[in-house]
């Protein structure tokens, strides 16, 4: 790609790029929240049209008008956010718009040849599960399915890992590896600098969009070199955990368990409580009840019995908005469905939880004035990239979409904060700020109950690590006394003999 500028009205989101990927590489695109790393990509996958500059394939100048015409030279992109039709099954979403479509369409054998090439990549997949059904890990790796089945040679992953877990991450790394063998190139877009390290061959930096450097991942010497590259000055990446007092518990889960639509048992028997000044984790691999588990507490889907109390009152079967004024915050897993209005401005979704409180309304009138400076010490404190506060949310970038979320939640100083993947997409600057707002989350009194898919996340955080596992809490331990081996063992279900005590 040389010399690619790309203007959205007067934002600059790229300004003079040049990148060179070799055939066959892994290369990796850096750069901070809004640095310009999926205007980029999305140009070279046809979304976008440059405002200047040239792109060339193989030696040949493409001139890219669509993602088709992308696709037909070879291109795939999976996106940060799915383009999947939920009411459809995995395998009409991925024959979508496939041109040896006959007038009939052979599901039966495409969905063969899927199964197949999910096998090769160790991806499980069942092509008649309808993607409203699949959870968000499975919608990602039917993504990637997607674009590998319709042979793309030239694969563009934007944070593909943002939303897998680590055992699927190592999957995934296995996958790429098998396609670079086989010639295909891969870009991958990543905040997650280990995994920078762990699969790339190289990496561009982006900064403010435009290029910084491109650099070969073996000449790097360590994480911290690639984050000060990114944000160009010292990144702080220690996180200091606090000893603090224990109060009473703000949130009580009795017996509580969860039949889905389909009658399965999905939750079963939960018992825990998170207390004032703690910061209790959940781990397991994803799909084990994890998400069920916070839909419940917060009003999303009401469990089938048990009972929830929150702050010493009985919510289990109260809607969600009353739950939320019940002092309780959340940072959603799937901010798209239950975390942001993409229609909406900055400044209305900053202010979705809280417009019918004191000083944002007053005598049931909105107060522009308090609303506006609301919304602007939050964009400052977390350091939103926007143009104005009036900015329609969807056009920001991913990770600055995901702040807005956890600015709103955060500033509204909860009394149990509810977070599921706090800092997915965020850049790694943002990710620490954010944990160490978390943590001043427990110091100011608050309970915190934190759902990661990171280990390590989990370790620097938490005071006790719960492991969900087929819908049960097989063990609670403390975060100082235990390790990655034994959480690792836990999610997997081998420590504690659970698969035969269940069998
Ligand atoms: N459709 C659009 N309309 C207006 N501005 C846009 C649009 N898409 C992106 N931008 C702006 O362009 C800039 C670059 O955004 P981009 O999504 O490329 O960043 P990114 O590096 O991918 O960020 P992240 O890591 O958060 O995903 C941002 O300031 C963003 O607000």
Known sequence: MNHISKQFGNVTANKDVTLSIKKGEIHALLGENGAGKSTLMNILYGMYRQTEGEIYLDGKKLNLSSPQNAISNGIGMVHQHFMLIPAQSVIENVVLGLKDNKTVLDLKSAAAKLKKLAETFHMEINPWEKVSNLSIGEQQRVEILKALFRGARLLILDEPTAVLTPQEAEALFDVLRKLKIEGCT????????????????????????????????????????????????????????????????????????????????????????????????????????????????????????????????????????????????????????????????????????????????????????????????????????????????????????????????????????????????????????????IINTKKKGGGVLLVSSELDELMDLTDRIMVIYHGQIIETVSTEKTSLKELGELMMGIKNNVEEKNA
């Open 186 to 437: 891969i870009i991958f877009i990543s905040h997650k600098l280990k995994e920078i390290m762990a699969v790339c061959d190289a990496c561009t930096v982006l900064r403010k969009g435009e290029t910084i450097k491109t650099i070969w991942v073996k000449d790097i010497v360590d994480t911290r070199e690639l984050a000060e590259l990114m944000v160009g000055k010292t990144v702080e990446l220690t996180i200091k955990k606090e000893k603090t007092e224990v109060g009473k518990p703000v949130l009580i889960l009795q017996n509580v368990s969860y039949q889905n639509k389909k009658k399965v048992q999905v939750l079963k028997d939960i018992s825990f409580q998170v207390h004032e000044g703690e910061i209790l984790g959940v781990c397991g691999v994803d799909g084990n009840g994890q998400s069920e588990l916070i839909h419940c507490i917060t009003g999303i889907k009401q469990a089938s019995k048990g009972i929830i109390m929150i702050n010493g009152t009985d919510t289990t079967r109260e809607k969600s908005r009353k739950i939320m004024s019940r002092g309780v915050a959340h940072i959603p897993e799937d901010r798209q469905k239950y975390g942001i209005v993409q229609e909406m401005s900055i400044k209305e979704n900053m202010i979705l939880m809280s417009y019918l409180h004191k000083p944002l309304s007053r005598f049931g009138f909105l107060q522009s004035k308090n609303i506006e400076n609301y919304t602007k010490r939050i964009c400052d404190e977390f350091e939103i990239k926007a143009q104005n506060t009036d900015e329609k949310i969807m056009n920001l970038s991913g990770g600055n979409q995901q702040k807005v979320v956890v600015g709103r939640e955060l500033s509204r100083n909860p009394k149990l904060l509810i977070a599921v993947h706090p800092d997915r997409g965020l850049d790694i600057g943002a990710a620490k700020y954010i944990q160490r707002e």
